[in-house]
């Protein structure tokens, strides 16, 4: 397959920035990574359901992006994510993004009428198969290959539609693809994943990226919740499969995984670092609101009005508890009961504030359950409109501040830099 002349570096960071005013502190953070001699490149990420919340255009994270990579001299690439898009959405990043996710979750199951074709295309499938850097040699039976092709193949079949979609529209210009299945119920084996491979490769999909759904639970804002070990073992047979299919199937040569809702993943960023250490594999991590609970935090630390417009976003984030929750039912774990009350937190200082929203498990005062209800708060924050935004300037200094440390000090290090003296 040819490889597309717009190529995904090694190690990647999806940044997502919601109110577009912190492009250039997410990009500091990757500065300071690549002063320590890792490149990191830096993808800004929105969706549409965050646009259309927010109210915004895709053009407008490019602009960010563009401001920040010239303010500070960025000379490394650095793209813009038309997140987790499909056919419904993908017309209006068709311009202004470099990057797509092309969203097929919603596609798992449905059935497709080449099942039979396909299963007689890849006998290598149903032949005992050495994947090194797999203990157990994978052993699918035709009976398995016909059922989770029943599974996955049409999802396969979108996500080329999808992809052609693009690149029709694209008139020639360059594009990376990233094919996302994480938003569904079951995570995917290894198996599947060399399955689903195989098919993305027959519909010529030039991937340079996987999302799929891994086992455990990836809340937003919060730890990964679930059994590391298994995690640990999971994501290194999921490495080998990736580089068995590369080859199999000539798919590119830079392809990896992409770890979907990766942001405040602490129990896990070892495990990563260290199969990515041993295989020399890249890997894309994806990040999004971590950066807006970081200005909620900035708000706070500043004081003053600041901190009283965090007090009355968490006010109405509580009175609209369901509402705000129920879009993301399955990425998050909120106990009502274990929430300060609004009148309580309004007597809070600064510093209690963003003792219970930054994200420090250390910490006695951390309150997981408040940090992801501020996470889905972020609509609250839309609907003030320009008294946010003109908060977000009058506070940039404590917000930026907290930014870059988060991205720097919280994901880059732990991920790639920590032999480079960066956290453990
Ligand atoms: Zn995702």
Same mark, same amino acid.
């Given at each position: 397959m040819e490889s597309s002349p717009l190529e995904l570096g090694k190690f990647s960071l999806g940044v997502g920035d919601r109110f577009a005013h912190q492009a250039k502190a997410q990009l500091e953070a990757c500065r300071k990574a690549a002063?320590?001699?890792? +490149?990191?490149?830096?993808?800004?990420? =929105?969706? @549409?359901?965050?646009?259309?919340v927010i109210r915004s255009e895709p053009a407008s994270v490019r602009v960010a992006a563009e401001q920040a990579v010239r303010a500070l001299g960025w000379k490394h690439p650095y793209h813009v994510d038309a997140d987790h898009i499909n056919l419904d959405s993908v017309n209006r990043f068709l311009d202004s993004s470099d990057f797509f996710t092309v969203d097929v979750a919603a596609a798992i199951g449905r059935e497709s009428g080449r099942v039979e074709s396909f299963a007689a295309k890849h006998p290598e499938l149903v032949a005992p198969l050495c994947v090194p850097g797999i203990g157990e040699p994978l052993r699918i039976t035709r009976q398995e290959l016909l059922k989770i092709a029943a599974k996955y193949l049409y999802a396969a079949e979108e996500a080329?539609?999808?992809? /052609?979609?693009? #690149?029709?529209?694209?008139?020639? /210009?360059?594009?990376? +693809?990233?094919?996302?299945?994480?938003?569904t119920d079951t995570p995917q084996t290894p198996a599947e994943l060399l399955i689903i491979l195989a098919a993305l490769a027959d519909e010529r999909i030039p991937l340079q990226t996987l999302a799929p759904k891994f086992t455990g639970r990836f809340n937003k804002g919060v730890d990964y919740v679930g059994d590391v070990g298994r995690f640990e073992r999971e994501f290194s047979d999921d490495l080998a499969v990736i580089a068995h299919a590369k080859q199999q199937y000539r798919l590119p040569e830079n392809l990896k995984l992409s770890v979907h809702s990766g942001s405040d993943k602490f129990s896990i960023y070892g495990p990563i670092r260290r199969a990515l250490g041993k295989t020399g594999a890249g890997v894309h991590v994806k990040t999004a609101g971590t950066t807006w609970l970081e200005e909620l935090i900035g708000l706070a630390e500043a004081g003053g009005e600041g901190l009283r417009l965090a007090k009355e976003i968490y006010r109405e984030a509580y009175f609209h508890l369901d509402a705000l929750s129920e879009p993301? #039912?399955?990425?998050?774990?909120?106990?009502?009961?274990? &929430? *300060?009350?609004?009148?309580?937190?309004?007597?809070?200082?600064?510093?209690?504030?963003? #003792?219970?929203? /930054?994200?420090? *498990?250390? @910490?006695?005062?951390?309150?997981?359950?408040?940090?992801?209800? &501020?996470?889905?708060?972020? =609509?609250?924050?839309? +609907?003030?409109? #320009? /008294?946010? &935004? =003109?908060? &977000?300037?009058?506070?940039?200094?404590?917000?930026?501040? @907290?930014? +870059?440390? @988060?991205?720097f000090e919280r994901h880059l290090c732990p991920l790639f830099l920590a032999d480079a003296g960066g956290v453990q």
């Open positions: 002063s320590l001699g890792v +490149t990191v490149i830096p993808v800004w990420n =929105k969706s @549409n359901r965050e646009h259309n080329g539609r999808i992809y /052609r979609h693009i #690149a029709e529209h694209r008139d020639g /210009r360059p594009f990376i +693809t990233e094919v996302s299945m994480d938003e993301y #039912a399955a990425v998050i774990d909120i106990d009502p009961d274990c &929430l *300060p009350l609004p009148l309580e937190v309004e007597c809070w200082p600064s510093e209690q504030y963003v #003792a219970a929203l /930054r994200h420090d *498990p250390s @910490n006695p005062s951390f309150n997981r359950d408040l940090r992801q209800l &501020l996470h889905v708060g972020y =609509k609250i924050a839309a +609907t003030m409109g #320009a /008294r946010y &935004l =003109k908060m &977000l300037e009058e506070c940039e200094e404590p917000i930026a501040r @907290n930014v +870059t440390y @988060n991205l």
